[in-house]
């Protein structure tokens, strides 16, 4: 028997099987195939009174009459007023009416300029789970009422789900306004609205005690950004998104650090006047053209991905850039330098633009994941009347750099430096206000000429008085030690701890991690435990107690230096 339907679906197959339409992921084609290879009728009215009426009118004799209203058609087919006509009860399924979207929006049948110039269009992005309710219907509907592809490539992304992975639903009482994510919502309001115009009314009391145990003082206010970039950076193609909204809480922390690092920025450049082209890369210093070098590896990173739309990368390159590299190092490297009265002012002036020159790039490299940040940021940093707004710019340039191998690590080899110090003060309880000499052991060349090089930004963050090179077979002080490379880092104790006393307090500190340890590794080896309790509390026990154990093996690792020495 042949079906309706297979004169439409076979040109629409064709079209995706010869590479006219592409599906991103490409397997999504599958499920594509899958559907219209063993297509159905579709009836194309439904009962619920959802969507357009159709436009069917019925006499006293069941005869049938279409038309756009029931005036139009008495007069179109001489029907009398004192003929009764009833209108169909049915409606249009809301797919059917969805298939004509991409040409009936634009003005179609009519041949305006919006359907002529935006037709077809680039890409469609919709979910998995509509690929054959709308997806493939408005291939089908394109191809025979326009005579082309409504468009080119079809973008799936996977589903929002609650954070245990839940479809939301309003019988499951689990839904969540993005609207309420961005502006915030008290607990009464949020139940009132999961237990409004409920399908089961039986499920109301359920849904309240949960919703007052997961929301004890309902949502606060995280705005749109902090959601945007979220839903970005868990867009892992075709997969479905656990919406946790503490993952929502960290995006809105990387735009305050975003707004927090502006303002540094203009605190330390008000005295200048910004050149949007940035200075030939000859005189920038090293930290200069290292972050320009990171920069232009993110921007690589980011442009790549926003072509394969790997949405997750790009976002997840712009935070790591933003929030380690500018934030965490350079900002902090570029106030040492500014603040260094060995440096002349025309190198500080150099530094201050690239301050706002990476800054600016990196608010257009952003701006399509977070724009209301951005633009607001960007205004305040451009001069408004030359450019009017952020979404006129064009998507950052590289910066033409010449840096080198050693260049780069020079500064991994000053991160590593800082990093370790930083670390051992945590460790040894030694306050960051409190200056400390380091001695360096077993140095070669090399690191004796980054160690010129850097060693007044090393001083100034890792809170140093000195840094001194150890000669071969020169006595060492009781000291902490880090490995730097091949060469060692010593942090002489004597004077800045009690040893006794901070023995005591790591040994203590031992005792107590030991417990946990064992608390933690009889409840993964109880049976009854494992074969009953979810799979995300046994993995996040499996991740504590490994997080115990690399404790435990740093303090024992503390305790031996100490008693050592």
Request: glycine share 4%.
């Amino acid at each position: 028997m042949v079906r309706q339907n297979e004169p439409l679906a076979e040109p629409a197959i064709r079209a995706v099987k010869e590479g006219d339409i592409k599906f991103v992921p490409e397997n999504w084609s599958k499920t594509y195939f899958e559907w219209m290879e063993n297509i159905q009728d579709w009836c194309i009215s439904r009962q619920l009174w959802w969507g357009h009426r159709i436009p069917a009118w019925y006499d006293e004799d069941n005869n049938v009459y279409v038309g756009t209203n029931e005036e139009e058609i008495r007069d179109k087919n001489n029907i009398s007023s004192s003929t009764q006509l009833k209108q169909d009860e049915d409606v249009l399924d809301t797919w059917f009416s969805s298939a004509l979207w991409p040409f009936s929006s634009l003005g179609w049948p009519k041949k305006t300029y919006d359907l002529e110039t935006f037709y077809p269009t680039s890409v469609l992005v919709t979910g998995f789970d509509i690929i054959f309710f709308w997806v493939s219907r408005m291939i089908m509907m394109g191809i025979k009422f326009m005579g082309e592809i409504p468009f080119n490539e079809i973008y799936i992304h996977g589903l929002i789900r609650d954070k245990n992975g839940q479809k939301m639903s309003k019988s499951k009482g689990n839904i969540l306004d993005p609207i309420d994510l961005i502006d915030g919502i008290d607990l009464d309001s949020l139940v009132e609205k999961r237990t409004q115009g409920l399908m089961q009314p039986e499920m109301a009391d359920r849904i309240i005690k949960e919703t007052k145990k997961e929301f004890p003082n309902g949502i606060p206010e995280f705005g749109t950004d902090a959601l945007r970039f979220t839903f970005a950076i868990l867009a892992t193609t075709g997969r479905d998104i656990r919406l946790d909204l503490n993952r929502v809480e960290g995006y809105r922390n990387f735009c305050n650090k975003l707004w927090n690092a502006t303002r540094f920025v203009k605190m330390n450049t008000s005295d200048m006047v910004f050149k949007k082209e940035s200075t030939d890369s000859k005189d920038l210093n090293l930290i200069d053209k290292w972050i320009q070098s990171r920069l232009n590896d993110t921007l690589d990173t980011v442009e790549h991905n926003f072509n394969a739309y790997r949405l997750d990368r790009a976002a997840k390159a712009l935070y790591e850039f933003i929030w380690n590299d500018y934030c965490d190092w350079y900002l902090e490297l570029s106030k040492s330098f500014l603040n260094d009265p060995g440096q002349s002012e025309e190198e500080k002036l150099v530094t201050k633009n690239n301050l706002i020159s990476v800054l600016e790039k990196s608010l257009r490299a952003l701006h399509p994941i977070i724009p209301f940040i951005t633009e607001e940021i960007w205004q305040s940093l451009i001069d408004s009347n030359a450019s009017k707004s952020i979404m006129m710019q064009s998507f950052p340039e590289k910066y033409d750099l010449k840096i080198t191998k050693t260049d780069n690590e020079s500064i991994e080899w000053l991160q590593s430096f800082v990093t370790n110090v930083r670390q051992i003060r945590s460790e040894m309880n030694i306050s960051p206000k409190v200056k400390i000499d380091v001695l360096l052991e077993e140095t070669n060349t090399e690191d004796i000429e980054i160690l010129d090089q850097t060693s007044s930004l090393i001083k100034d963050l890792a809170s140093l008085n000195d840094i001194k090179v150890l000669k071969k077979k020169e006595d060492t002080p009781i000291s902490a030690i880090a490995l730097l490379g091949k060469s060692k880092i010593l942090i002489p104790l004597e004077g800045i701890i009690d040893i006794d006393e901070e023995t005591k307090r790591l040994k203590k500190k031992f005792d107590k991690n030991s417990s946990e340890v064992n608390s933690v590794k009889n409840r993964l080896t109880n049976k009854d435990f494992i074969n009953k309790a979810p799979k995300e509390v046994v993995e996040e026990l499996k991740n504590k107690l490994e997080k115990l154990e690399f404790d435990q093996e740093k303090i024992e690792e503390q305790i031996r230096m100490l008693s050592s020495n």
